[in-house]
């Protein structure tokens, strides 16, 4: 397969640059960090967010959990939760379940973007298959989404000694 043309369309218009990333199929962040031998946290974990009928996009590391107590507080509303994948499939039809690119104007979608994201100067994110991706920077995807930045995600746990 290859980028979906709207995608290739919306990034084109923006005068972004980036690199289009073909690997094998994969079905979470982690996979594709080990498909493309990368840090897991390089990958742009897309979480679709639904508070009452509408979307938000949440963008975060992919090796991180989200913390839906902060994101909730974030977006002021205690009603945020997770898309389910009918809801996926029936309001973004054109993109495989869970490979929603995390471009919140090709949608009219805001996005936040946790600032650990900004941790790798480059990161992947999904272009809307299983088997294709966006490289680009991070600071060049932060600005071409209009993120709210924020802290979104867990803190890892400290090991005892």
């Not at 397969?1 to 709207?6: F, H, L, N, V």
């Not at 991070?138 to 930045?149: C, G, H, K, R, T």
């Given at each position: 397969?290859?980028?979906?043309?709207?995608v290739?369309?919306?990034?084109?218009?923006?005068?972004?640059?980036?690199?289009p990333?073909s690997?094998?199929?994969?079905?979470?962040c982690i996979?594709?960090a080990?498909a493309?031998?990368i840090?897991a946290d390089?990958?742009a974990?897309?979480?679709?967010?639904?508070v009452?009928?509408?979307y938000t996009?949440a963008v975060?590391?992919?090796?991180?959990k989200?913390n839906?107590?902060k994101?909730?507080?974030v977006?002021?509303?205690?009603?945020?939760?997770?898309t389910t994948?009918?809801?996926?499939?029936?309001?973004?039809?054109?993109?495989e379940v869970?490979?929603?690119?995390?471009?919140?104007?090709?949608?009219?979608?805001?996005?936040?973007?946790?600032?650990?994201?900004l941790?790798?100067?480059?990161?992947?994110?999904?272009?809307?298959?299983?088997?294709?991706s966006?490289?680009?920077k991070?600071?060049?995807?932060?600005?071409?989404?209009?993120?709210?930045?924020a802290d979104?995600?867990?803190e890892p746990?400290q090991?005892?000694?």
């Open positions: 397969m290859a980028i979906r043309p709207d290739k369309l919306y990034l084109s218009k923006a005068k972004v640059s980036y690199e990333v690997h094998s199929k994969t079905f979470s996979d594709e080990k493309l031998r840090n390089e990958v974990k897309n979480l679709i967010i639904k009452k009928d509408k996009f975060i590391p992919g090796g991180r989200i839906l107590s994101l909730r507080h977006m002021g509303s205690s009603h945020a939760r997770f994948e009918d809801e996926m499939a029936t309001d973004f039809p054109e993109y869970g490979a929603v690119p995390p471009l919140g104007d090709l949608f009219e979608v805001p996005v936040y973007v946790d600032s650990k994201l941790d790798h100067e480059i990161i992947i994110f999904t272009a809307g298959t299983h088997t294709d966006i490289k680009m991070s600071s060049d995807f932060v600005n071409l989404v209009n993120a709210e930045m979104l995600v867990e746990e090991k005892a000694f």
